[in-house]
């Protein structure tokens, strides 16, 4: 009985705290009033909108479709698990496709006999790819032959991008990027993507660490360009496994004469297919320290960030001892 009473209480003095809120608080009743009017009022206009866009809506402008051959260089390492190499490929594939899937987009596959894993990939993703085995020797070479297929559809596309078997694709704007930064630069100027991996929850951009020291690369402060807030320049190490280039770029390049092709321009052989190569036509320029994320692509692999890790403890424990 007791408990029944006191909630009676209960409620009898809250109603006595809301009558004198009421009685002796007018203004911050009438502020409430007011406030629950205005977004009353913000609701109604709110909804208002559908029916304006409903009566003014604006026409659909049919673009034409952006046209993209991507074409990914891939042999099956002996000394990986065909499970892993499977999975790998799958992803670099995999990245392109959503991407790029806004673009009509064709995938080849540039690869060599007995030596590539196509057959194992999911359906969904033979059924989008092309694959050209080239028959090769060599398999370090076989990036050159990627040019072929671009010098063979040099008139059929927008775009072209290489790329080797272990680089993701992470950015569908891309394209767009390419196409802002080309417009406002000198028609020599190149721009590739920087590569990073991810390891323990961190990202190393791996072309500018160096391979001998825990030092970070240098950059070309004289060349350096800039574009709307933008900065651009010129690196130690301009690699990145992945270059795209557009029609009139393609065009460029095939007018050099390609006197580099199955040359070893830089570092080796697959380096100077994915990237030497271009510097008979362009001068290769990648995102500035300051705006590294404007342009990257992922390196499905971790084995030069651990490298990088240790040469930094190394350092740490040089200095240390000193």
């Not at 694709?169 to 000198?186: C, G, H, I, T």
């Not at 961190?202 to 800039?226: F, G, H, P, Q």
């Amino acid at each position: 009985m007791s408990d029944r009473i006191h909630h009676h209480l209960a409620r009898v003095r809250a109603t006595a705290v809301s009558v004198s809120a009421r009685v002796f608080n007018p203004a911050v009743d009438a502020v409430e009033i007011a406030r629950a009017i205005r977004t009353r009022a913000e609701i109604t206009a709110f909804k208002r909108r559908v029916v304006v866009s409903q009566r003014f809506p604006e026409p659909v402008r049919m673009r034409r479709q952006t046209t993209a051959l991507a074409v990914v260089t891939h042999v099956a390492a002996a000394s990986r698990a065909e499970e892993e190499t499977v999975e790998r490929l799958a992803k670099t594939l995999d990245s392109l496709l959503e991407s790029l899937g806004h673009t009509r987009l064709e995938i080849v596959l540039n690869t060599i006999p007995g030596l590539h894993s196509a057959s194992r990939l999911p359906q969904y993703i033979r059924r989008r790819i092309v694959v050209r085995e080239r028959e090769l020797s060599e398999p370090l070479m076989l990036g050159f032959e990627a040019q072929e297929e671009f010098v063979r559809r040099a008139h059929t596309a927008d775009w072209f991008l290489y790329l080797e078997d272990d680089i993701l694709l992470e950015d569908a704007l891309v394209l767009e990027k390419l196409e802002y930064f080309n417009s406002r630069v000198p028609p020599s100027a190149l721009l590739l993507p920087h590569r990073f991996e991810y390891w323990q929850g961190e990202r190393t951009y791996i072309d500018l660490v160096s391979k001998k020291s825990a030092d970070i690369c240098s950059w070309n402060r004289l060349t350096m360009l800039e574009v709307g807030g933008w900065r651009f320049a010129e690196f130690e190490n301009p690699h990145s496994g992945f270059y795209a280039l557009s029609q009139a770029q393609l065009g460029r390049w095939l007018k050099s004469g390609r006197r580099w092709r199955g040359e070893i321009s830089f570092v080796a052989a697959r380096e100077s297919a994915a990237t030497g190569c271009l510097a008979e036509a362009f001068r290769l320029y990648k995102p500035h320290p300051d705006n590294m994320t404007f342009f990257e692509v992922r390196h499905l692999d971790t084995k030069y960030s651990e490298e990088h890790h240790r040469r930094h403890v190394a350092a740490a424990a040089a200095r240390e001892a000193t």
